[in-house]
């Protein structure tokens, strides 16, 4: 088997070989993956970190040995935590928040024998929760782009996924994997900042997921990265004077 990492600052993942296939979601920098299947233009990669199976260029892997994908299994990975920020390698390349800085020491990264320095603002390892809204606050106003998982574009797991990833901890892609991560909550008068919320369509399907705030309050995206009001019902759009979505349950995750 090969394996890769992404040296480009986001690379679309898509659902099948082609260019004009559905994005589902995308790899930022520094986030390794499983070669599955390779053809004249296209590889099949699933991402270490969640598990997700999809479809990237060719032109856009950066191959690594297996000894160094089960290097980055075992770290506890250094993910950079402004918006937008650079790394230097040859050249300067802008990175999103929630980049990997795989093997960081003493300013560098360190992929495939080549060295990126970094000088900007990061964490490592479990953050507390007090962070997570202020984190999430960071996106507001991002729009909405299905698949996405940055500032520039990024769908509700999406958020969450990254969200969670500035705290210290793993979820999976979608809100229908999410939804299966923590510890129920079986009443709204029970819930906190920082907990989730999750959304179903008409036939009970998980299709959506926020975090929660105060006040009654809701961080999530949906057209663009936004503040509503939740209640027993659902999410509840002020300006629009509906409820958009319908509530399915809470889940505590920290």
Not at 11 to 39: C, W
Not at 120 to 146: E, V
Request: charged content about 25%; hydrophobic content about 35%.
């Amino acid at each position: 088997m090969k394996f890769g990492i992404s040296i480009l600052s986001i690379v679309p993942v898509r659902s099948e070989p082609n260019d004009r296939a559905e994005m589902t979601s995308q790899l930022i920098f520094g986030e390794h993956y499983k070669i599955l299947e390779s053809q004249k233009k296209w590889s099949k990669i699933q991402i270490a970190h969640d598990k997700y199976v999809g479809w990237i260029s060719n032109k856009q892997i950066k191959e690594i040995d297996e000894d160094e994908f089960n290097r980055l299994e075992k770290e506890i990975p250094t993910i950079s935590t402004d918006i937008l920020d650079i790394i230097e390698g040859n050249i300067h390349q802008p990175i999103v928040i929630g980049s990997i800085l795989p093997s960081f020491k003493s300013e560098h990264a360190l992929i495939a024998q080549k060295m990126y320095k970094f000088t900007g603002n990061k964490s490592q390892g479990f953050s507390q929760k007090k962070h997570l809204i202020s984190n999430a606050l960071i996106f507001l106003n991002a729009p909405y782009l299905w698949g996405g998982r940055t500032p520039f574009g990024i769908d509700c797991s999406g958020f969450v996924q990254i969200i969670f990833r500035l705290q210290g901890i793993k979820m999976p892609r979608d809100a229908y994997q999410q939804i299966e991560i923590g510890e129920t909550i079986n009443s709204i008068n029970n819930i906190e900042k920082g907990d989730l919320a999750f959304f179903e369509n008409k036939d009970g399907k998980i299709v959506h997921v926020g975090i929660i705030m105060d006040n009654n309050q809701i961080i999530h995206a949906s057209g663009k990265v936004r503040i509503d009001k939740i209640d027993e019902k659902g999410i509840f759009n002020i300006k629009k004077s509906k409820y958009t979505h319908k509530l399915h349950s809470f889940k505590k995750i920290i």
